[in-house]
């Protein structure tokens, strides 16, 4: 039997046992790193199957290429693939709530709109945290422009703002600390 191309297919292909298994072995996965071996899934799972019936279970979805076992007697862990098909076919994404919704908008507009892109994206990895109740992180591309221009605008004393003008036109702020410069002597 060939991998489910698609969560929907996949999920007609499995049969509530093999779902049930297969879910055990990825939640154990994703609880404790480790492999699952058929003793403790029988104890897992709702119904009652002997280790074996889990084994042969195991068998199909290891054929699927959903699980695998790293050694020959060693229990099963979920495949790249198969973490991706529980990711599509088992996890459902709620619908967010007018409160939520409200939040979001207010977070996403800020009475500062001056506010450095770092402190933005670390509000939207918050934001995403506190939505989905897990771990929020956000990451941009990386790019080093040519700099065609460098401006800098001293501030205080020992603080300064340095105005980076990129070989496209774009444009970055930074706020930057200058050594302490003792006046000249005479």
């Avoid at 879910?23 to 119904?47: A, F, Q, W």
């Avoid at 945290?129 to 205080?156: M, N, Q």
């Avoid at 302490?180 to 005479?186: A, E, F, K, M």
């Amino acid at each position: 039997m060939a991998f489910p191309r698609t969560a929907k297919d996949g999920v007609s292909v499995l049969d509530d046992r093999s779902r049930e298994i297969f879910r055990r072995v990825v939640e154990s996965y994703l609880e404790t790193g480790e492999p699952v071996g058929s003793r403790n899934l029988s104890r897992l799972l709702s119904t009652s199957l002997s280790p074996a019936s889990v084994r042969n279970v195991m068998s199909d979805l290891e054929e699927l290429g959903l699980i695998y076992s790293p050694h020959i007697s060693a229990g099963r862990l979920p495949t790249q693939s198969g973490l991706r098909f529980f990711v599509d076919a088992f996890m459902q994404v709620g619908d967010l709530s007018e409160q939520e919704r409200a939040n979001i908008d207010r977070q996403i507009r800020p009475a500062d709109r001056d506010q450095p892109i770092e402190s933005l994206m670390s509000d939207a990895s918050l934001m995403l945290s506190g939505v989905s109740r897990g771990a929020g992180i956000v990451i941009t591309t990386k790019s080093d422009p040519v700099l065609k221009h460098v401006e800098f605008i001293r501030l205080e004393p020992t603080r300064a703002l340095a105005v980076l003008v990129g070989d496209h036109n774009q444009v970055e702020n930074r706020i930057i600390d200058l050594p302490s410069v003792s006046p000249p002597r005479s």
